[in-house]
């Protein structure tokens, strides 16, 4: 049996803990529902995680677990730091340092300490509320950081921010996420079908 291990924060925990079968209701249950029946998806992500949370639990949430592909959605709580210290640029800046080099030890551990294929998902954010506008270009700097994580240790990246606004421009930002970071079930719909789609690509190499 594979063994899928999908780790993040809110967005992937999806309310997992009040779901019959722990998967919760977003992406992962979706993925959950269209594998095989010889693989196995655990959901390891936790409301309010930032990637130092994480780091702390990796052993236990993933590397424990043996698993033969890690997916990796967290950034947005981070965000979300760095924007409370607004106006404060140095320290601003050491809270980006701190999440390069955390995340950076987070891939490292699991790349070494299993034999699984990593997909890394970039943070992404909608200007909804308007305020969310002036979070985009920390959003982008750690997004670029997350994407040179994943050239240095060969992982998958998958890009979500400029798709999933793209898709709420097409269709309503209301159809995409309920409130600028979390998603609805068409936005949990398009992800899932996103990294269904990086899985296959990844089965081809």
Not at 20 to 30: C, E, M, N, W
Not at 32 to 54: A, C, E, H, K, Y
Not at 160 to 181: F, K, Q, R
Request: net charge negative.
């Amino acid at each position: 049996m594979k063994h899928i291990v999908c780790l993040g924060d809110s967005i992937t925990d999806a309310q997992r803990l009040f779901s019959p079968d722990g998967l919760g209701y977003g992406y992962v249950k979706i993925l959950s529902d269209q594998m095989p029946d010889d693989v196995l998806i655990t959901n390891r992500g936790v409301d309010g995680f930032t990637v130092l949370r994480l780091l702390e639990n990796v052993e236990r949430d993933c590397i424990s677990k043996m698993p033969d592909l890690v997916t990796i959605l967290i950034g947005i709580n981070d965000v979300g730091l760095i924007m409370g210290e607004e106006g404060r640029p140095e320290r601003q800046n050491a809270y980006v340092e701190r999440f390069r080099m955390t995340y950076r030890q987070l891939v490292k551990q699991i790349v070494e300490g299993t034999d699984a294929p990593v997909i890394l998902m970039e943070p992404f954010l909608f200007p909804c509320p308007e305020k969310y506008k002036n979070w985009f270009p920390y959003v982008k700097i750690l997004s670029k950081e997350v994407k040179k994580i994943s050239r240095d240790y060969q992982t998958a990246f998958l890009s979500l921010h400029e798709p999933l606004n793209s898709l709420a421009s097409e269709i309503g930002m209301d159809a995409v996420t309920s409130d600028g970071i979390h998603l609805t079930e068409e936005g949990h719909g398009f992800l899932a079908r996103l990294l269904r789609q990086k899985m296959k690509e990844l089965q081809k190499h």
